[in-house]
């Protein structure tokens, strides 16, 4: 079989063997014992890459580049020779641009192929295979005035990423704006928000100049009933989220059950900018993940400006299953706007989003494919719960801890149990690639895009889940980078509210009325809250330091009841309700701590008037958060290191 494919004379034209090509299985090992007999390939190697191959229902082609078996280059180029045809290398020899048709964009990346130049004739396809797909296509474009060269998927993404350039990136910062403007946070403050601000503000004056006091009262009672409902729907966020069955528990018998020929190919997408030095973390979590490693395809998406940490990439010497995708420089600077650049380079079935310093469980992905598949059609995400690996190295990431413990654990599994929209976290959202595609992903202009997205979904009927599977990450302790990260997440909430205001009927109409209460005051509330709190703090303050009650006057009741409950049940039952998240994932250590979480407030309030200054000032402003900071972060970061070196 080898000889007789390797006896073809490569054709000038780019024309197949007048013989019947090999195909399939035959295909496979032809090029295989190729690679053998050229010294790319161990006999080993490949016995335990046929072996894999046959349990994963992948060809064994997909199997020798992801195990790292052999480089890529080297298996086309040997395809090269079993099929007869010349091998070409985009990056020396790109395609005549007059040959390449914007219309076929998505199949260009879908199905690995490019048009490469006219010989003879007849327009030359390079590929990366010739499947009945890919004849299919070319005769539907060309008739028979067509033949192939073979070329590798790096030379495809290579071209696609130079040849659309300006158009992928003018898609992955406008899609949305252009689909659905008032979705987009493009501007963040319509003209009719506007106009409606500043008659408050105006009408808010004159009353307070004709009639101080009454308005006080009023501004004093507002604020006491928005506490009071805040506090009210995050105790029934907690209790409903506490039940068993508020979240998508997906058993061990059922992953254990997964066969992996029937898994499909799923996407990782790792948005980094200047974070060269985690970067073998990240091949070290992804390389424990219980999956074919043949059907994660992982995109590595870093700025084209970022060579640090596209040469560190390239140094790791990664398997041929990770990609680099570089993304155009350009207005706003932000992590979905990468991030809707590579979805269009994007293959897999389903997506997720993953940080380098993430330690996803390995059954992560598993868990997510049989939510999917037992799911109603209509589950466009399911959301990994997030926790932090470095929880007791300050007071800080104790906090920290103590905050996702029952932001994940609780809060999301109730927002979930009580079908209303999810504000997604930042990492282990898993996506049905087609879904997100039909929403036009994320918005690049909103800083908190994740929290977007989710009402987004839910405006457009799709329903997001939370599974029983935790991604463990870098607890920020530092607290300049705190204060940052923190005002981008509160200034992203507001823009959120906003947009998403911008027609509050046709909101009310698309989330429901339960759902719409649980937009206010779980996405709005919270923002406003961190604004209000210094006030009323110093109001509170006041009182106690005078003992007397010269303030009194401003609660009235049922108001001054209320504020009480607030001040003293509300508070102790929030301190409680992080305690209780820490005896759930049994932190014991966190349990003491939890009390000094009212002084972790401040910390927000601060944070929340930073936000409001950029909101106004800068709104699409990134404020990256510096990764790579922890002690463990470092401890981790050279245990992976001393296994890639012994792995070398």
């Known amino acids: 079989m080898l000889k007789t494919a390797l006896a073809i004379d490569d054709p000038a034209d780019g024309s197949l063997p007048a013989d019947e090509p090999l195909t399939g299985d035959a295909l496979q090992l032809a090029v295989a014992e190729l690679l053998v007999q050229r010294g790319n390939l161990s006999l080993v190697d490949l016995a335990n890459a046929t072996r894999a191959s046959a349990e994963w229902g992948h ?14 280059m080297q298996y086309y180029q ?3 020779a079993v099929y007869g045809l010349p091998f070409v290398n985009l990056r020396e020899e790109p395609s005549d641009p007059l040959l390449v048709d914007p219309d076929d964009r998505t199949d260009y990346t879908a199905k690995n192929l490019t048009p490469w130049r006219v010989e003879g004739g007849k327009v030359i396809i390079a590929v990366t295979n010739i499947s009945e797909d890919v004849r299919r296509w070319a005769e539907d474009r060309y008739g028979r005035s067509h033949g192939f060269a073979i070329t590798s998927p790096y030379d495809i993404l290579w071209q696609t990423q130079a040849m659309f350039r300006e158009r992928d990136s003018h898609m992955a910062r406008e899609g949305l704006y252009e689909w659905k403007p008032e979705h987009s946070a493009k501007y963040t403050i319509t003209d009719p928000q506007k106009t409606t601000i500043y008659l408050g503000l105006a009408v808010l004056v004159l009353a307070l100049g004709f009639a101080p006091i009454p308005t006080l009262v009023v501004l004093m009672g507002a604020a006491t009933a928005l506490y009071t409902l805040t506090f009210a729907f995050k105790f ?3 209790w409903v989220g506490s039940s068993r069955s508020a979240d998508m528990v997906i058993s061990d018998e059922a992953v254990a059950s ?4 029937d898994l499909p190919v799923y996407t990782v997408l790792v948005p980094m900018y200047r974070e060269a030095r985690v970067l073998p973390l990240l091949a070290k979590a992804l390389k424990g993940l219980d999956y074919p490693a043949s059907k994660v395809e992982v995109k590595l998406v870093l700025e084209e400006d970022d060579a640090e940490t596209i040469d560190a990439a390239k140094a790791l010497n990664l398997p041929g299953n990770f990609e680099i995708i570089r993304v155009p420089a350009s207005q706003p600077k932000t992590k979905p706007k990468a991030c809707n650049y590579a979805l269009q380079f994007c293959r897999g079935e389903f997506l997720t989003i993953y940080d380098a310093e993430d ?16 799911a109603e059609p209509n589950l466009a995400c399911v959301q990994g719960r997030l926790n932090y690996f470095n929880r007791g190295e300050n007071w800080l990431t104790k906090m920290f801890t103590l905050e996702y413990s029952q932001w994940f654990d609780f809060m999301l599994p109730g927002l979930d149990r009580l079908k209303v929209p999810i504000p997604l976290g930042g990492t282990s959202n898993h996506f049905k690639l087609a879904a997100l595609r039909r929403v036009n992903g994320w918005d690049p202009y909103n800083v908190t895009e994740d929290a977007d997205l989710g009402v987004r979904l839910a405006q457009e009927g799709y329903t997001v889940g939370v599974i029983n599977s935790t991604t463990y990450e870098e607890a920020n302790g530092v607290l300049p980078s705190w204060i940052k990260q923190r005002s981008r997440w509160i200034k992203g909430y507001m823009q959120t509210w906003l947009v998403h205001m911008r027609h509050p009927m046709q909101l009310y109409k698309s989330i429901g009325p339960v759902g719409f209460f649980a937009f206010h005051f779980f996405i709005g509330a919270p923002a406003f809250t961190v604004l209000l709190n210094p006030i009323l703090w110093a109001i509170t303050l006041m009182v106690f330091v005078t003992q007397t009650q010269p303030f009194g006057w401003l609660f009235p009741e049922p108001f001054g009841t209320m504020a009480v409950f607030n001040l003293v049940v509300g508070n102790l039952f929030l301190i409680y309700f992080g305690i209780v998240a820490a005896l759930k994932r049994r932190y014991f250590d966190l349990v003491l701590v939890g009390a000094t979480l009212p002084f972790y407030w401040v910390l927000h309030s601060i944070a929340g008037y930073k936000a409001l200054k950029q909101l106004i000032s800068n709104p699409h402003y990134w404020e990256k958060t510096e990764h790579g900071t922890s002690a463990m972060t470092q401890a981790n970061l050279a245990a992976a290191k001393a296994d890639m070196e012994d792995a070398a």
Do not use: N
């Open 236 to 238: 029934l966020l907690t």
């Open 359 to 374: 330690q996803p469980e390995p059954d992560q992905l598993k868990k997510a494919v049989l939510a999917f598949r037992t």
């Open 59 to 72: 060809e064994l082609a997909h199997v020798l580049i992801a195990q790292g078996y052999v480089r890529r």
């Open 258 to 261: 997964l066969v992996d020929r």
């Open 78 to 80: 040997a395809l090269a």
